[in-house]
């Protein structure tokens, strides 16, 4: 088998979009799969739109999400000497020529055609200019085009795609398509092609949108002189209204960097968005990365469309479900010092680390992290919903603060009491301080579950979490007898 060399195009005229990060990591899975490279190409010829930060965008999310690349980054813009000597190869070797049609002509002529329900294309008006006719356009002045001269065969030109299947189409049915402006810059499909062949580019992995380029692309390779890669044209991913997802039906919700802010693992991310068209074969949908290089190919993408099941508006489900259900996996499952140092940032700019945490109470650090990390859907929850843990400033939720402290008024001279109890033990440990909330709970002849749940509520302001003894042994004695002796000032 060849060497594999694929590629990964972005244009700079926005963020990285999540549909991008999906095309650059099944070329990267591709590319580690067959011990082949990757090679990453910034294609920013449109000059209005491509910016700095745009490009810088690009090459973040990328190394976020740790897709790294083996070449690159190029510029496409480097190559604009190949590009137009491309462009001058075919004119010279009579495969494309001069057009002078102005816009206003071809738009007259595409309304007459559909006014008369015949095919829209170009109908090849300069295509048989003599010399002479085309000089003499020139000395007019007149602008041109060059257009690509679609060989006037009978017959169908087509391709074997790796994921669906063989696909053709008349010779007749294609017109021919310009490949340079009359500014005279080469077009989209001219450069790709041209940059392609120069990157020696074996296989192209794409979304099935282009699809519509890929047979005038062929009959570009042809002219050139140079073999074609193989194609394989990915379906597209549409949102429940059938929608291809993008910046303005969907807003950032599409973009990696609003799942970098909203403190998603990358691997997560990538792990979600390849199930998005490609299944393995077996319901195994977790996988590590090199679980997922060995397993990935192109056979297994499917040819139906995917969807992102994003409701807009839902607070609950603010992206994909599936999407938080493998965070959410990946937080529990990953090695609690990875998510430690993930963890750093978020708990730095809600001003909750203590230098500490790398230091003397690491283990301290580590522990209460791994205690509370199972109920959590991103990172951005250690520093929220296990603010408690850190610092005393947090939030009590309204539900458990009626459920469980404002409908036993009691209370109010029951937790302090209980701290006292707490303050008084030989040891502080699970053990004592379950018997001593039992035994408490025994005495005032009450459920055992009102006070553990009026504990948990003021020591952590949430309904639900760990188990309270664990929670007691995460916060300290100290903290513990603190708080609640102030619960009676605080929430009552």
């Known amino acids: 088998m060849e060497t594999v060399?694929?590629?990964?195009?972005?244009?700079?005229?926005?963020y990285l979009h999540i549909g991008g990060a999906r095309t650059a990591l099944l070329n990267w899975?591709?590319?580690r799969k067959h011990g082949g490279k990757l090679v990453l190409r910034i294609e920013d010829t449109d000059a209005e739109r491509s910016t700095q930060a745009s490009i810088d965008g690009i090459l973040d999310g990328l190394t976020w999400l740790g897709l790294d690349w083996d070449e690159g980054p190029y510029f496409q813009t480097q190559f604009k000497a190949d590009h137009a000597l491309a462009a001058a190869r075919l004119l010279e070797s009579g495969k494309a020529y001069k057009c002078f049609c102005t816009r206003e002509t071809l738009e007259a002529k595409r309304e007459q055609a559909l006014a008369n329900k015949q095919a829209v294309g170009y109908d090849g008006t300069c295509r048989h200019l003599s010399a002479s006719e085309v000089a003499a356009r020139e000395a007019d002045g007149m602008p041109s085009v060059i257009r690509f001269k679609v060989p006037a065969h009978t017959g169908k030109i087509g391709y074997d795609d790796r994921v669906l299947g063989r696909i053709e189409r008349a010779y007749a049915d294609i017109e021919d398509f310009v490949i340079v402006r009359s500014n005279g810059e080469p077009l989209y499909l001219l450069c790709n092609v041209v940059d392609d062949i120069r990157d020696r580019i074996s296989h192209v992995i794409r979304g099935q949108d282009h699809m519509t380029n890929t047979v005038r692309q062929l009959l570009l390779y042809e002219a050139l002189g140079a073999r074609p890669p193989v194609f394989a044209h990915m379906p597209l991913t549409l949102d429940l209204k059938k929608r291809k997802i993008s910046k303005r039906h969907h807003g950032e919700i599409v973009s990696v960097q609003f799942y970098?802010?909203?403190?998603?693992?990358?691997?997560?991310?990538?792990n979600f968005l390849v199930l998005l068209g490609w299944n393995p074969g077996t319901d195994q949908e977790i996988f590590s990365r090199e679980e997922l290089i060995q397993a990935f190919t192109l056979e297994r993408i499917g040819r139906v469309n995917s969807v992102f099941n994003y409701r807009a508006g839902d607070p609950k489900f603010f992206t994909d479900p599936k999407l938080i259900a493998i965070n959410e996996?990946?937080?529990r499952s990953t090695a609690i010092e990875t998510i430690g140092n993930l963890v750093k940032p978020e708990l730095e700019s809600a001003g909750l680390w203590h230098e500490d945490y790398a230091g003397a109470r690491r283990e301290w650090y580590l522990e209460t992290l791994d205690l509370i990390r199972d109920r959590f859907h991103t990172l951005k929850d250690f520093a929220t919903l296990g603010r408690a843990y850190f610092a005393d400033d947090y939030a009590i939720d309204e539900k458990p603060l009626k459920k469980n402290l404002l409908k036993h008024p009691e209370l109010k001279s029951w937790l302090p009491q209980l701290a006292d109890r707490f303050a008084a033990l030989d040891v502080f440990t699970l053990a004592t301080?379950?018997?001593?909330?039992?035994?408490?709970?025994?005495?005032?002849?009450?459920?055992?579950?009102?006070?553990?749940?009026?504990?948990?509520?003021?020591?952590t302001g949430q309904l639900a979490g760990p188990g309270m003894f664990d929670i007691l042994m995460a916060l300290g004695r100290e903290t513990v007898v603190r708080r609640l002796n102030s619960a009676d000032r605080r929430y009552f």
């Open 5 to 14: 060399r694929v590629r990964f195009p972005p244009s700079p005229t926005g």
């Open 29 to 31: 899975l591709f590319a």
């Open 260 to 270: 970098r802010e909203r403190g998603f693992l990358p691997w997560a991310l990538c």
């Open 329 to 331: 996996t990946y937080l």
């Open 433 to 459: 301080t379950e018997l001593t909330s039992r035994a408490f709970a025994e005495e005032l002849g009450v459920k055992p579950g009102v006070l553990i749940n009026g504990m948990r509520t003021v020591l």
